[in-house]
């Protein structure tokens, strides 16, 4: 577990992995940040605030 307020794509390389491992069965990927605003890192990989949680 990481804590951040900016992810960057760097934080996404064991996600990245883990879905070439997986192959298709990998359908998203999501990481939950201080942020205020979703963000893509590209297909199916999102950095998501942790605020949506409870919205």
Same mark, same amino acid.
């Given at each position: 577990?990481?804590?951040?307020?900016?992810?960057?794509?760097?934080?996404?390389?064991? =996600?990245?992995? &883990? !879905?070439?491992?997986?192959?298709?069965?990998?359908?998203?990927?999501?990481?939950?940040?201080?942020?205020?605003? =979703?963000?893509? &890192? !590209?297909?199916?990989?999102?950095?998501?605030?942790?605020?949506?949680?409870?919205?």
């Amino acid at each position: 577990m990481k804590a951040t307020a900016s992810p960057g794509h760097g934080d996404f390389k064991r =996600m990245r992995r &883990f !879905g070439d491992i997986m192959g298709s069965s990998f359908v998203r990927g999501v990481l939950l940040y201080g942020g205020e605003t =979703m963000v893509s &890192f !590209g297909p199916n990989l999102f950095a998501v605030p942790i605020s949506s949680l409870c919205a």
